[in-house]
């Protein structure tokens, strides 16, 4: 008896011993990483257990075969790019932000093989708001007047946006503006920004800046007045007419003349003395030399007012005329007409019915 137990013995073990490597259980221990974030890029992943056989351990990550693992018994390592991690798990996020994947070990090709698995946890790549580069700041725009054919320098902060556009806007409305939309065009650094002048004719100018973004939205928007070349002396200011006649409150009022000043500043002054009222340059109007577009405020009481230009600074007298202010209800003078002086053109009142003429 005891015989016989000692032969069934070693015929067992001879037959364990026979057994191929492919039937043995690999152990999965470990998983290192055992967490990785999409978006990370490529990782080495390294598997530790026991009963790993070289040349025929096989690695299963997320139901897809693995190439060219390094396979020992008590470790194996593989490669996992991260476009497989991308492609396998874009759909398997759970409700708290995680994704498993099974990373499988298999002894032998055959889909039935001894195996065993452990899981690796995937988390999304957390979203990274852009970063808005900081909003310019001019603090200086020089020398005043600018040389003709000379450099324009603008100082300030943050004036190294990704993109950044310059220009002179000719307060002559004949007059072309120059547009500097591209770095060859510009010297710039974070605090200053030089701007070339060569072939800008001499005038009064607003300096536009644009800055944006590098998805081209807009940082800031900066203008500033500019003078090229040696400023003209102006004469004192005139008035040749006005209009709409009466002027509106509430509404805009256009002056024609002459030696109009880019500051020239408009003044609304009751017929009985007192403080003028100034006078807002209308929106969207471009005033020059020869002409001015004014508001008259809303809240103006209806009377007959005098209208001042003057030049602020340059010792010329100002220019005079008298209006009358209307309500906004009353009736409109025909279009096109005003009110031109010495020239003793207006629109006459219409006689009331019934009335001689």
Not at 23 to 49: H, M, N, Y
Not at 149 to 170: C, E, F, K, R, Y
Not at 316 to 345: D, I, K
Request: aromatic fraction near 4%; charged fraction near 20%.
């Amino acid at each position: 008896m005891r015989t016989t137990f000692r032969a069934l013995s070693t015929a067992a073990l001879l037959c364990a011993a026979a057994l191929p490597a492919a039937a043995q259980e690999p152990q999965v221990s470990e998983l290192q990483p055992a967490q990785v974030v999409t978006g990370s890029g490529d990782f080495t992943l390294v598997i530790r257990g026991t009963g790993f056989v070289p040349g025929v351990s096989r690695v299963s990550f997320g139901g897809r075969n693995l190439r060219d693992a390094q396979v020992t018994p008590g470790a194996i390592t593989v490669h996992v790019s991260n476009n497989l991690i991308t492609e396998r798990v874009e759909d398997d996020f759970g409700d708290d932000g995680i994704a498993r994947v099974p990373v499988t070990v298999l002894n032998g090709p055959a889909s039935d093989a001894p195996r065993d698995r452990k899981i690796l946890y995937v988390t999304r790549q957390a979203a990274v708001a852009p970063v808005r580069p900081p909003t310019p700041v001019v603090t200086a725009v020089g020398p005043s007047p600018a040389p003709l054919d000379g450099t324009l320098v603008i100082t300030g902060q943050h004036l190294d946006a990704p993109a950044l556009s310059v220009t002179l806007m000719s307060q002559d409305p004949s007059a072309r503006s120059s547009s500097y939309n591209r770095d060859r065009h510009l010297t710039r650094g974070a605090t200053e920004v030089r701007v070339p002048l060569a072939g800008v004719p001499a005038g009064s100018y607003t300096l536009r800046i644009d800055a944006f973004d590098q998805d081209r939205r807009e940082l800031a928007t900066i203008e500033r007045p500019v003078v090229v070349g040696s400023p003209t002396r102006l004469g004192p200011p005139t008035i040749a007419r006005y209009g709409p006649t009466p002027v509106r409150r509430g509404t805009s009022l256009w002056i024609e003349g002459s030696n109009f000043a880019d500051d020239a500043r408009v003044l609304l002054v009751p017929a009985g003395g007192g403080g003028g009222v100034p006078l807002a340059r209308t929106p969207n109007a471009r005033s020059s030399q020869t002409r001015l577009y004014v508001s008259v405020p809303a809240n103006l009481p209806p009377g007959d007012f005098t209208v001042r230009v003057e030049n602020p600074g340059s010792g010329t007298p100002a220019a005079e005329v008298q209006v009358a202010v209307q309500h906004p209800a009353a009736p409109a003078p025909s279009p096109g007409r005003g009110s031109e002086l010495g020239g003793g053109w207006t629109t006459p009142p219409r006689p009331a019915p019934g009335r001689p003429r």
